[in-house]
């Protein structure tokens, strides 16, 4: 994963500001599709006015889901789709990848409808630290979920609609609890570059290697652990499993080219590998026997999970990786790559990749499969996450289209949710589809 300081990432991610449209998109000192790099109030935007949520109900008699005016605004949603995508600055290490990839990539058909958008919430507004790393809105259920909000991790309901500040990592942290390997003294004023919650279980990654676990039913924090004193040490993702015995354990990929198991029985590191480059992602088997391993170099690696050691290269991709995950079947799992790209795998055959779904915009920065292994969702960066029958090939998809930097998708466990997380300075907000059934007419009566 790119160095960089914070400031600086801002200005990668400002290169996409909607501005480029000859400034016809500000509306009440905001833009569309401009990034969050200022300490805005989570309800009011411009001159004292509340934009506000959009319903399943408002939607369909026509109102944007985001809530974009446009027949005030001098463009149509189509035109500035269109400079939307000629304009979008894909972020690349490997000049040309995305170009590079496209004559491999597999046609797919667009049209399908899976999930329905149910409601956008405007008082809930994701951010992002590092313009690489997604992964910071999860789903506990249909009605909860976890996101980075600045400095604070929130919890948002969408059966009470009500958010709540699960931690604040602005101020200094520390762990309640006294664990070997614990490190009591905690952190002050925590950069959370990463995010995972499973359960009751969050952990939060930091920019120094800072690790924060909480048991969301206990009060405080659990434990606090530093992975690296290195120079390069940002954390880039976690994976939480449970292992063959039942105890919790979570992996964590870090830029000094480490990855570290945690057993959360026990609150200390049980293993650690290290590897020739940065580790941008890491996706452990449903059986617990391999690891999918992506980081800052084309080539993937499945490796064995007690050993570290690779059982076989992913060689197709052309630019660094910062994305994988496992279908619940075992044997299918998929990449996502700064060259535009995810490309999917079969385990009992890995010399190639089965297909190579390619986006719109830019890097393929966060893949999940849903829990019964129906559909896998895929975001970009900003504007689109497809959504794919991966039971049928991946051969037809759902594109949703909307405004804004990505910073999560998360199903619920149950598959009834699929949540984003939108990054904005004035429509950041939280989206909410729900799964398609033939009893959609029941939500006319709420």
Known sequence: MSEYEVDEMDQVVDENEVAEVDDLMYLRGGVIGDSESDDDDDDDYGQGDKITDTSAAEARKGKDIQGIPWERLSISREKYRQTRVEQYKNYENVPQSGESSEKECTPTKKGGLYYEFWRNTRSVKSTILHFQLRNLVWSTSKHDVYLMSHFSIIHWSSLSCKKTEVLDVSGHVAPREKHPGSLLEGFTQTQVSTLA????????????????????????????????????????????????????????????????????????????????????????????????????????????????????????????????????????????????TCRIWDARNLSKSVAVLKGNLGAIRSIRFSSDGQFMAMAEPADFVHVYDANNGFEKEQEIDFFGEISGTSFSPDTESLFIGVWDRTYGSLLQYNRRRNNTYLDSLL
């Open 197 to 340: 919650v499973r359960g009751n279980l969050l952990i939060a990654g930091g920019f120094q290697g800072e690790l924060i676990c909480k048991y969301l039913d206990r009060p405080g924090v659990s434990f606090c652990s530093r992975t690296t004193y290195d120079d390069n040490a940002i954390t880039n993702a976690i994976d939480i499993y449970d292992s063959p015995s039942g105890a919790v354990h979570f992996m964590a990929s870090n830029n000094d080219c480490g990855v570290r198991d945690f057993d959360m029985e026990k609150f200390q590191l049980s293993k650690q590998f290290i590897y020739p480059w940065p580790v941008n992602h890491t996706s452990l088997s449903p059986n617990g026997k391999h690891v999918v391993i992506v980081g800052d170099n084309p080539d993937g690696m499945l490796v064995d999970s007690q050993t570290g050691k690779t059982i076989m290269p992913l060689r197709g991709h052309l630019d660094f990786s910062f994305a994988s995950a496992w279908h619940p079947n075992g044997v299918t799992f998929a990449t996502g790559n700064q060259d535009k």
